[in-house]
């Protein structure tokens, strides 16, 4: 009887379910931790007029996920081409139902690429080339985790921004502290910023 190896496809779910919702990832905040407590109008404002929106990394997370789905059912000509495809076309005002859209197909587009994942038996595919592309699922996969690490930590960034300049809840007691800090000692420092 021949054994199946799925080692390292076991650790790439585990990779993409810390990176994705772990509140004990060593890293730092998961995508799902750095997206608590944002707001639909954190989500739709900009920091300055050439950077994106939360709404819109959000967005753009998501359609590399779909992107990866999409490969790992074998469609060569799935791409993302377009800004509109990459971070959307959406509005600066975001309203409480397209920010719970924008969260809850994130959420769907992290349990389809678990489930393709899931379907495999397998390493071996791992190997192989990604339809359409001139890189392996393997780099893909680990490719993708590394995408939501990066914008999440920049979304992290965002969050302290926006709270702030004031989009954000303001903490009770704004007096300064010892440092100059607007939102003074009572407020509770983590090591994420």
Excluded at 53 to 74: D, N, P, Y
Excluded at 106 to 117: G, R, T
Aim: aromatic letters at 10%.
């Amino acid at each position: 009887m021949e054994t199946q190896n799925n080692d390292e496809l076991l650790r790439i779910i585990d990779l993409l379910n810390t990176t994705y919702e772990s509140e004990e990832a060593w890293h730092g905040p998961s995508v799902v931790e750095s997206l608590r407590g944002v707001t639909p109008d954190m989500a739709g404002r900009r920091i300055t007029p050439n950077t994106h929106s939360i709404a819109e990394l959000v967005f753009h997370m998501t359609s590399w996920r779909i992107f990866c789905v999409k490969k790992m059912q074998g469609d060569p000509t799935f791409d993302i081409t377009t800004p509109e495809k990459n971070f959307g076309a959406l509005p600066d005002k975001i309203d409480d139902f397209e920010w719970e859209a924008l969260e809850m197909e994130l959420s769907l587009s992290q349990e389809e690429l678990i489930n393709e994942l899931d379907k495999r038996d397998d390493d071996e595919f791992l190997e192989d080339i990604v339809p359409g592309r001139d890189y392996t699922y393997y780099d893909m996969l680990h490719g993708i985790i590394n995408h939501d690490l990066y914008h999440t930590g920049q979304i992290m960034i965002l969050k302290k921004a926006l709270t702030f300049k004031g989009a954000g809840a303001r903490y009770a007691d704004d007096d300064e502290d010892e440092y100059g800090s607007p939102y003074g000692s009572s407020q509770e420092h983590d090591d994420y910023y």
